[in-house]
């Protein structure tokens, strides 16, 4: 598998519901961030998770990281039809001469209205 | 709120053309990316720069490719001979500080590059 594989890869939900992103990774990490993307548009940053927590919230975002299972989750709750977009877990390797992001496949979140 | 500007939004260009992808960065940040995403596809990290300099870059990140911060505002992509599978989004992101564990890009929205 890849630094950074997200599943599944495409969720349907109705508003109101949670959606629950998971990203699995290989190799040990600084930290792991959530990032969306609307369609056609850039990257922006939803929340930071650093390799020594396992759980963070902001707002209706929950992330939970298990660096044993190397594994996180992403979960929207009382989803709304604006939550539409791709969601994409990015992690930063725990290595003194890097700090570039590597993105996993992301997961694409459709929310019903 | 203070944001990245890309421009172009869209370029269309003929296969073996150079194009310059622009970016001006938040103005008080001092480390500078390029990523870029295949239509469908992940996000690709191609180099990053800091100090007027690249402190590191990808294998996709090759002779073809510069980048340059010619002023203090802003940040360059060059592809000197664009080929097919250089189209793609090009997003520039930035941040402020290296702080470790704290490493948060600011993205701009992009630069779509299609070269026929």
């Known amino acids: 598998s890849q630094q950074g594989e997200e599943d599944p890869q495409a969720l349907s939900i109705q508003e109101g519901e949670n959606a629950t992103m998971n990203c699995s990774y290989k190799t040990s990490i600084n930290n792991l961030q959530w990032y969306r993307q609307n369609s056609g548009r850039g990257l922006v940053h939803l929340i930071l998770?650093?390799?020594?927590?396992r759980e963070k919230h902001s707002g209706r975002l929950r992330v939970t990281l298990d660096t044993s299972k190397k594994s996180s989750s992403l979960l929207i709750t009382a989803s709304r039809a604006a939550d539409t977009a791709s969601y994409f877990c990015a992690t930063v390797l725990q290595s003194y001469n890097t700090d570039k992001l590597i993105f996993g496949t992301g997961t694409r979140l459709q929310v019903f209205p | 709120e203070p944001e990245v500007t890309q421009t172009p939004s869209h370029q269309v260009t003929q296969m073996g053309q150079e194009v310059i992808l622009r970016c001006v960065p938040i103005s008080n940040h001092l480390y500078f990316y390029w990523y870029r995403q295949i239509l469908g596809q992940k996000v690709e990290f191609l180099v990053s720069f800091y100090n007027n300099e690249i402190s590191e870059k990808s294998e996709i990140f090759d002779d073809q490719f510069s980048v340059e911060r010619p002023d203090g505002s802003n940040f360059t992509l060059k592809i000197r001979s664009t080929k097919l599978e250089d189209s793609a989004m090009y997003f520039c992101?930035?941040?402020?500080?290296?702080?470790?564990?704290?490493?948060?890009?600011?993205f701009g929205a992009g630069s779509r590059l299609t070269v026929l």
């Open positions: 998770i650093r390799s020594n927590e």
């Open positions: 992101a930035s941040r402020k500080t290296f702080i470790s564990g704290a490493n948060v890009l600011t």
